[in-house]
């Protein structure tokens, strides 16, 4: 059997074009999770591990999709390669239980773990850059200003959190926030 898995890092990002890569490459199952890389505790990850079989070969578009680093990409493969099963990454193509496939394996294995340290860094300096700025602000920005929120807090007045949020599209968890952040400065 063919499987496929594809991930994303956070809620935000798409999985679609993994997907349809996936199936073009005949996967007949598929599974996948919007979860962090750097987390263990993939479940879905940790079901395909469950399900795969002697015989079986595991599709990822990327090392990194399944591989928190170089060292633990290549545990898992190692691991898959004790049980036979095949393991194909798109983009290094299919990786072989030989020496040179685990010698192609370490290496890639430790580019992709480069690229991500390095997006980590340039990151972390872009914030450090940031932060310099006076008008920072960590932390996503926020959907709604000053303006609406009180337009909303006013409406309140008259009206129920659910007619609040039909009218104006701020969820009550922010009116209650952002009411009970209003109580404490009028304190």
């Known amino acids: 059997m063919?499987?496929?898995?594809?991930r994303v890092s956070t809620v935000h990002q798409d999985l679609e074009s993994q997907l349809q890569t996936l199936k073009k490459e005949g996967c007949e199952v598929i599974y996948s999770e919007k979860?962090?890389?750097?987390?263990?505790?993939?479940?879905?990850?940790?079901?395909?591990?469950?399900?795969?079989?002697?015989?079986?070969?595991?599709?990822?578009?990327?090392?990194?999709?399944?591989?928190?680093?170089?060292?633990?990409?290549?545990?898992?493969?190692?691991e898959l390669f004790k049980r036979g099963v095949k393991v194909h990454?798109?983009?290094?193509?299919?990786?072989?239980?030989?020496?040179?496939?685990?010698l192609i394996l370490t290496i890639m294995s430790g580019f992709a773990e480069f690229e991500r340290d390095m997006i980590v860094e340039r990151t972390r300096e872009g914030k450090a850059i940031a932060k310099q700025r006076d008008n920072f602000r960590d932390g996503r920005?926020?959907?709604?200003?000053?303006?609406?929120?009180?337009?909303?807090?006013?409406?309140l007045e008259s009206h129920s959190y659910k007619q609040v949020e039909e009218?104006?599209?701020?969820?009550?968890s922010t009116l209650i926030r952002a009411r009970k952040d209003s109580e404490r400065a009028a304190e």
């Open 35 to 78: 979860f962090t890389g750097t987390k263990v505790d993939r479940p879905q990850f940790q079901e395909l591990l469950t399900k795969i079989e002697a015989g079986d070969t595991l599709i990822v578009t990327k090392l990194d999709r399944f591989a928190r680093s170089a060292l633990d990409g290549i545990q898992i493969i190692r």
């Open 2 to 6: 063919r499987y496929g898995y594809a």
């Open 167 to 172: 009218m104006t599209g701020i969820s009550k």
């Open 141 to 155: 920005p926020k959907k709604f200003n000053k303006r609406q929120i009180g337009h909303a807090l006013q409406l």
């Open 89 to 102: 990454v798109l983009n290094m193509g299919l990786v072989e239980d030989t020496p040179p496939g685990r």
